[in-house]
């Protein structure tokens, strides 16, 4: 069974900074062989894109509105993909889910067969 545990959300003021992590555990789950994406969902909207990297992290992805402000990075030997956010506007508040597929990026939910339980992200302005 694959479990992906994100943390690291908390409340920051606009302009602030947090570090997201999703550790991947799993008997038979080789993590450095899946693209990890994020994803967000704000109350009343629906789950959207934020950014993805591809096994060896030589590649990444982001949607436009957090492009220069968040970097999605990973460490294969730690089983860990971060999203370091920085420059938080209000808009970025949102509950953050971390997903897992094989192949490669996707910016869409479905190709994604894994998903975390999610880490809320307010920003206060």
């Known amino acids: 069974q694959v479990q992906l545990i994100e943390s690291g959300g908390g409340l920051v003021q606009a302009g602030g900074s947090l570090r997201l992590s999703c550790v991947a555990s799993?008997?038979?789950?080789?993590?450095?062989?899946?693209?990890v994406g994020w994803f967000r969902q704000a109350p009343g909207k629906e789950r959207e894109f934020v950014a993805a990297?591809?096994?060896?992290?030589?590649?990444?992805y982001y949607t436009d509105s957090v492009k220069g402000r968040f970097i999605i990075s990973r460490d294969n030997a730690k089983n860990t993909v971060y999203l370091q956010m920085n420059s938080l506007k209000p808009e970025d508040a949102a509950v953050y889910y971390c997903?897992?597929?094989?192949?490669?990026?996707?910016?869409?939910?479905?190709?994604?067969?894994?998903w975390g339980q999610g880490t809320q992200v307010t920003a206060s302005s």
């Open positions: 997903a897992a597929k094989t192949g490669v990026i996707a910016a869409t939910q479905p190709p994604y067969d894994y």
């Open positions: 799993g008997r038979t789950f080789t993590f450095s062989t899946y693209t």
């Open positions: 990297i591809n096994w060896s992290g030589s590649s990444t």
